[in-house]
């Protein structure tokens, strides 16, 4: 089993920013992807970036956020970091992290473990 636990989110003003972080404690040495989702209010879950634990840190990021959003690893600290910078009010949402075991996990459903996720508040 792997532990999940989110922190850093809280309210900031619209072009401000924030950083998640996702410490990950268990058998860690079974995940080879970690990525951050979010859901907004009466939407569905969404991708928000993911990133690879092994084979150079591949990072693949939702149209919406490139160029505001850098998400990022200490493999010394087992944690996955996201950078958010130039929020906007669409932004608010609950930010969840999720770690899978598969290296080519680019689903929802190929995750395996989720945090309790993180809230968001980005007022205009």
């Known amino acids: 089993q792997v532990q999940l636990v989110e922190s850093g989110g809280g309210l900031v003003q619209a072009g401000g920013s924030l950083r998640l972080a996702c410490a990950a404690s268990g058998n860690i040495f079974s995940i080879n992807a970690m990525g951050w989702y979010r859901q907004a209010p009466g939407k569905q879950r969404e991708l928000v970036a993911t990133i690879t634990i092994t084979s150079g840190g591949s990072t693949n990021y939702a149209d919406s956020v490139k160029g505001r959003f850098t998400i990022s690893r200490d493999n010394a600290k087992n944690t996955v970091y996201l950078q958010m910078n130039s929020l906007k009010p669409e932004d608010t949402a609950v930010y969840y992290c999720?770690?899978?075991?598969?290296?080519?996990?680019?689903?929802?459903?190929?995750?395996?473990?989720w945090g309790q996720g993180t809230q968001v508040t980005v007022s205009s």
């Open positions: 999720a770690a899978a075991r598969s290296l080519m996990a680019t689903t929802e459903e190929m995750y395996n473990y």
